[in-house]
T-cell receptor, first 113, second 115 residues
Framework: AQSVTQLDSHVSVSEGTPVLLRCNYSSSYSPSLFWYVQHPNKGLQLLLKYTSAATLVKGINGFEAEFKKSETSFHLTKPSAHMSDAAEYFCVVSRGNNNDMRFGAGTRLTVKP | DTGVSQDPRHKITKRGQNVTFRCDPISEHNRLYWYRQTLGQGPEFLTYFQNEAQLEKSRLLSDRFSAERPKGSFSTLEIQRTEQGDSAMYLC?????????????FGQGTRLTVV
């Protein structure tokens, strides 16, 4: 069985300040982990993915995530938030090859000017 | 635009009616997935195809739901005798499976409202 828990349903930051979106996973397998972003009225877009290579993964738009097996975490970070980052973010775990991807409930990121 | 197309984008139907949605994946992609997303929740896996074979179905996919991918290209998802609880966004995704380094591309979804 596999699942993810996104620890915050809503995060609010000021423009230019760091972003931290937290995700913990549970998996019976060596997991593949992903972060997707969903802007209003747009499809889900892949930000980054971890597939057992480097534990620090760099994604698009300045986002990064670090896989920590000991903590079963895969938190998403960005040094400086931009207004365009406001969206819903989903942490996802799968068994690899996108089999049966399990999404978290999502974290809504608000960026204040 | 990810290259995955879903039709229609919106569907309003009366309870008890049947509805069918279509998904056109990225042309060379061999895997196709269906997800359902309700308000305030993350997408939930329904089923997936490897080419034309349906390899896995979630317990969420009741007997009223059926999905096909007849020629390994486009896919349809049919819901029979719709219920108000079926109201959701239905998402399709596709990927080209080669090793473990794959990415699933999502369509914009079909929003179903059952009244």
């Amino acid at each position: 069985a596999q699942s993810v828990t996104q620890l915050d349903s809503h995060v609010s930051v000021s423009e230019g300040t760091p972003v931290l979106l937290r995700c913990n996973y549970s998996s019976s397998y060596s997991p593949s982990l992903f972060w997707y972003v969903q802007h209003p009225n747009k499809g889900l877009q892949l930000l980054l993915k971890y597939t057992s290579a480097a534990t620090l993964v760099k994604g698009i738009n300045g986002f990064e995530a670090e896989f920590k097996k000991s903590e079963t975490s895969f938190h998403l970070t960005k040094p400086s938030a931009h207004m365009s980052d406001a969206a819903e973010y989903f942490c996802v775990v799968s068994r690899g090859n996108n089999n049966d991807m399990r999404f978290g409930a999502g974290t809504r990121l608000t960026v204040k000017p | 635009d990810t290259g995955v197309s879903q039709d229609p984008r919106h569907k309003i139907t009366k309870r008890g009616q049947n509805v069918t949605f279509r998904c056109d994946p990225i042309s060379e992609h061999n895997r196709l997935y269906w997800y359902r997303q309700t308000l305030g929740q993350g997408p939930e896996f329904l089923t997936y195809f490897q080419n034309e074979a349906q390899l896995e179905k979630s317990r969420l996919l009741s007997d009223r739901f059926s999905a096909e991918r007849p020629k390994g290209s486009f896919s349809t998802l049919e819901i029979q005798r719709t219920e108000q609880g079926d109201s959701a966004m239905y998402l399709c995704a596709s990927s080209l499976v080669r090793g473990i380094n794959t990415e699933a591309f999502f369509g914009q979804g079909t929003r179903l409202t059952v009244v």
